[in-house]
């Protein structure tokens, strides 16, 4: 895998002129015998000083949402093993390629891991993350993985809740994304029998995640039988997969899996903190973006371009520019601050 960091990235805001300070003027407005009456208007002084700023690419928060229920001992074709299916299972499949993709690149992605069930063999499932998201896991993840008990219900929707508020808790700018690995249908509803699909709860949950600022990436392994819910909660996550025949990412082998990482990967867009505004407030009015001196456009798209991450002060690079930071192709990517009205 290719090391998405940028060293060292060049923010310069760029001189400017200012407005006139305060003054005061009489308006025409209702009021008054002469129909007119004072009023102070306060215009700021908006100076432009010239900063120079360093900033670096955040990597990715990304936590893995691990299914471990009873099926996963069934090979993927969904054949039951009397004492399960050892080295041909979905678990071995799944475990297999996790341990070779995090290896590859836990130093450029911030992994971490969150099974279900995990509290019984039921339904159950803890706040907390079995592995906190963090760099340099894979050690982490792949002891935590060779040590999970397997046999539990599938309660994804209280998975991805816990999953979310846990992300949504670190409260930093890292970009932030689940990787919902499952084969089959949710269970454990809100009320009646464990077994009951719990699909439409499942949904909203994801949808609930991506809304609070979380997406989610859906794996789909071996034989599922849930592919109409799993491509749901793929739309639903914000990060369908496209050109492919499901909106998921369907896999049968090791393989598929190390592919599939792989293809997630280069989707999730380049991210760049610029810290606090300098002398105006944020947008793409005042911003400009170059890579290597070349102009990227803003792109509200997110095909081949720049934009905003809302709610924060970053902005995201998407399309061929961020795959030549990720290459290493492109060196140097120049973030310019103009003064604004």
């Not at 407005?29 to 700021?44: A, N, S, Y």
């Not at 919902?180 to 009646?192: K, R």
């Amino acid at each position: 895998m290719t090391n998405r960091v940028v060293a060292v990235l060049l923010a310069t805001i760029l001189g400017g002129c200012a407005r006139a300070p305060l003054a005061s003027e009489t308006d025409p407005v209702d009021g008054g015998q002469d129909g007119k009456r004072d009023r102070e208007i306060t215009i700021l002084e908006a100076g432009c000083v010239s900063v120079s700023r360093t900033v670096q690419q955040l990597p990715a928060d990304v936590l893995l949402v691990l299914d471990k229920s009873g099926s996963m001992r069934d090979d993927p074709q969904g054949n039951h093993c009397v004492g399960g299916c050892g080295p041909t299972s979905k678990w071995a499949l799944v475990t297999g390629a996790l341990d070779q993709v995090v290896a590859m690149t836990d130093a450029t992605v911030n992994w971490g891991l969150k099974m279900f069930a995990t509290l019984d063999t039921g339904c159950g499932v803890s706040s907390a993350a079995e592995v906190p998201v963090g760099p340099a896991n894979a050690p982490a993840i792949a002891s935590a993985i060779s040590g999970a008990a397997l046999g539990s219900r599938t309660p994804t929707r209280l998975a991805v809740n816990a999953g979310a508020a846990y992300l949504k808790g670190l409260g930093v700018p890292n970009p932030k994304y689940m990787l919902l690995a499952t084969d089959g249908l949710p269970n454990c509803p809100d009320l009646g029998n464990s077994m009951t699909d719990d699909s439409p709860g499942a949904v909203q949950a994801v949808d609930d995640a991506r809304t609070g600022g979380v997406s989610t990436f859906v794996v789909g392994i071996g034989n599922t039988m849930a592919e109409e819910t799993l491509g749901n909660l793929a739309v639903a996550g914000g990060e369908a997969q496209t050109g492919a025949a499901t909106s998921f990412y369907q896999v049968g082998d090791t393989a598929e899996l190390v592919s599939a990482l792989g293809k997630i990967l280069g989707v999730i867009p380049c991210t760049f903190d610029l810290g606090p505004p300098p002398n105006q407030w944020y947008s793409s009015d005042n911003i400009s973006v170059a890579a290597d001196g070349v102009a990227v456009p803003h792109d509200p798209s997110h095909a081949n371009g720049w934009d905003f991450v809302a709610g924060t002060t970053t902005i995201s690079v998407f399309g061929p520019t961020c795959d030549g930071v990720s290459s290493g192709a492109i060196k140097d990517v120049t973030i310019s601050f103009r003064c604004g009205s």
